[in-house]
């Protein structure tokens, strides 16, 4: 089976030279191209508008993203050469206070990080897998289940370190030992 390849560019020419060459209706040459008739329109006026340039393909980064980069990029770029930790956040911040108004956090960080003047930050590590809490044992009695814990250090009025290790019966909610450990 052979497929059908053809450059775009090319194709368009060709299309352009059958209509200046006037072989046919317009939709027909569009439809013989393998244009449809939106498309052939717009072809056709950015050839009346551009010549042959016109029929290239563009880039479709809309153009005011452009304007916008070309306005701030160097106050952007001398005031990240003078202070190399600012980040995308603290130059737009210089920038709304010089009365202007940037473009967003985001953007600015694009346009650093395709410039080469900011790094990514390492990829935080996943959490671990989700372990359910362990359900104490209900008492049933007195004495059934003891808790043991440690309350927390503090230092005593001499200055010693202080570990209060408890002990107590769940139950009766009863404390057995106040211990200080060292």
């Excluded at 250090?153 to 202080?162: E, K, P, Q, V, Y």
Aim: positive net charge; aromatic residues 10%; contains cysteine.
């Amino acid at each position: 089976m052979s497929w059908n390849t053809t450059d775009e560019e090319d194709s368009l020419r060709r299309f352009v030279d059958a209509v200046l060459a006037r072989r046919g209706s317009f939709v027909a040459l569009g439809r013989a191209h393998g244009i449809c008739p939106p498309c052939g329109y717009k072809w056709w006026h950015r050839f009346q508008r551009d010549g042959r340039r016109g029929l290239q393909e563009r880039s479709r980064y809309p153009d005011r993203y452009r304007r916008l980069h070309a306005r701030w990029w160097p106050q952007l770029a001398a005031w990240r050469r003078q202070h190399p930790t600012w980040g995308p956040l603290k130059l737009r911040l210089q920038l709304c206070r010089r009365g202007a108004h940037p473009p967003s956090t985001r953007t600015l960080g694009r346009w650093l990080a395709s410039a080469g003047l900011v790094r990514r930050r390492p990829r935080r590590a996943r959490p671990g897998p989700l372990v359910p809490a362990l359900t104490p044992r209900p008492a049933r009695c007195a004495n059934d289940v003891w808790t043991i814990d440690f309350k927390g250090r503090f230092r005593t009025g001499d200055g010693a370190r202080c570990d209060p290790l408890t002990v107590r019966d769940q139950r009766s909610r009863f404390v057995l030992v106040v211990r200080a450990v060292r």
